[in-house]
Structures are given as C-alpha cells and as structure tokens.
C-alpha cells in the first residue's frame, strides 16, 4: 500500500496543488482537499490523487473527511499538512472583528482542531506529522521568485528522505531567513516587514497621524 497524506487548501496552482502533484509524483496516494472540491483542478485527474471536499473550520467537515480516510487507509495517515491558511494585508485599524476571527481560525484554531480529529491516523502510522501552514504562509509574503512546483519539489523531497530535518527551509529568500535564525539575528523580521510592505511610508504616518483613517458609519 503507497504511503498517505493529507493536504489541505489544494486549490489550482496555489501551494498545496503544487504538493500534491510531487507527492503523487513520489508514489504517494494524496488526500487533497479545499472547501469546493472543483476549485482543485485537474488533481482527480491523477491515479494517486483524491480530492475531497473540507472546510478546516468546521468540526463536521473534518470529522467527515477524517472517517472517509479511515476506512479507505484501514485506520492510518501517514503525513498530515497544514497548507490551507487565510491572510488579511490590512493595517489593524482597517481590520474588521471577523476577519480578525476568520484569520486565527484558519490559521490557528483549525489546526488544533484538525490534529485533535485526525491523532489517531497518524499514531498508527507512526506519527508523521508537518505543519505547513506557517512555512508556506512566510513563503508567499516574502516571496514570489520561486515557481510553485520548485518550492514543493524541494519541500517534498526535504520531508520524504530517510533522516529528515525538523524544517525544510525553501523559497525565494529562505537562504537570508535561514541566516537571520543561525546568528540570532530573528528580530530584524519586524524591520524587514514594516519596510517590504511600506507601513514606514510618509503617507502611511501621514493618514494615521490626522486621523483620516475614519471609522465607517454606525
């Protein structure tokens, strides 16, 4: 029986399409998921890839999924991947309460809620486990000079060697971050983002400072 995993947030040419393509390319039979099932592409297309409707934040839809695999892989999971995630690239004052909810639910609360349900696979499995989730998400917001299908090549390869790492550094400038760790250097990552994404801008301090960030109308 090929080896299992589980991705979720599949959709086309995002992140975790382009795993589950080198998984499958590896001889792996992938679980890959979205909340629409027909935004994955030509996934079901391939004989080791099934897709499968889920929403990771309901508890429903991931009891659901977990029991399909279940039965499908007599009770085991090999590897289960965090890659779905939600991002809003607003300031906090033009940030709504649901969209805050929204982003730590995605990002934070489903999985938890996702390891609790699917614990059981991956114990009899000889726990595997790997949390994308938060390398995939640093990923995009630092850079996009890595084609899709490169970043999983390497990731996938990283995760399937006989003795592998805790982390598997890849994208675009996973070298320089990579750096920052090794010399204790991680607490530059706030400059760097302020500056990348221009929150130190004249007219950012300008709106702020005469308050022309208005609140919306009762």
Same mark, same amino acid.
């Given at each position: 029986?090929?080896?299992?995993?589980?991705?979720t947030g599949?959709?086309?040419?995002?992140?975790?399409?382009?795993?589950?393509k080198e998984f499958?390319?590896?001889d792996y039979?992938?679980?890959?998921?979205?909340?629409r099932?027909?935004?994955?592409?030509?996934?079901g297309a391939?004989p080791?890839?099934r897709t499968?409707?889920?929403d990771?934040t309901?508890?429903?839809s991931?009891?659901?999924v977990?029991?399909?695999?279940?039965?499908?892989?007599?009770?085991?999971?090999?590897?289960?991947?965090?890659?779905?995630?939600?991002?809003?690239v607003?300031?906090?004052?033009? @940030?709504?309460?649901e969209?805050?909810f929204?982003?730590?639910?995605?990002n934070f609360?489903?999985?938890?809620e996702?390891?609790?349900v699917f614990?059981?696979?991956?114990?009899?499995?000889?726990?595997k486990?790997?949390?994308?989730?938060i390398n995939?998400?640093i990923t995009r917001?630092?850079s996009?000079?890595?084609?899709?299908?490169a970043?999983a090549k @390497?990731?996938?390869?990283g995760?399937?060697k006989?003795?592998?790492s805790?982390?598997?550094?890849?994208g675009?400038?996973?070298?320089?971050?990579?750096?920052?760790?090794?010399?204790?250097l991680?607490?530059?990552?706030?400059?760097?983002l302020?500056?990348?994404?221009?929150?130190?801008s004249p007219?950012v301090?300008?709106?702020?400072n005469r308050g022309?960030?208005?609140?919306?109308?009762q």
């Open positions: 029986m090929l080896s299992t995993v589980l991705i599949c959709t086309k040419d995002s992140i975790g399409y382009h795993l589950a499958a390319r590896q039979h992938v679980f890959a998921t979205s909340r099932p027909e935004t994955m592409g030509d996934l391939d080791n890839i499968m409707a889920l990771v309901k508890r429903e991931i009891q659901s977990h029991d399909e695999i279940a039965k499908e892989t007599n009770g085991k999971l090999d590897i289960l991947y965090h890659n779905a995630g939600y991002r809003v607003k300031m906090s004052l033009e @940030t709504s309460a969209e805050a929204r982003t730590l639910n995605t609360l489903s999985i938890v996702m390891n609790g614990a059981d696979l991956l114990i009899a499995s000889i726990y486990y790997v949390d994308g989730t995939n998400a917001g630092l996009t000079a890595i084609k899709g299908d970043y @390497t990731v996938v390869g995760i399937i006989p003795n592998p805790a982390t598997v550094w890849a675009g400038d996973a070298f320089n971050v990579w750096m920052l760790e090794v010399l204790n991680s607490w530059l990552f706030p400059h760097v302020v500056r990348m994404f221009g929150l130190n007219a301090s300008v709106s702020v022309d960030l208005k609140p919306k109308s």
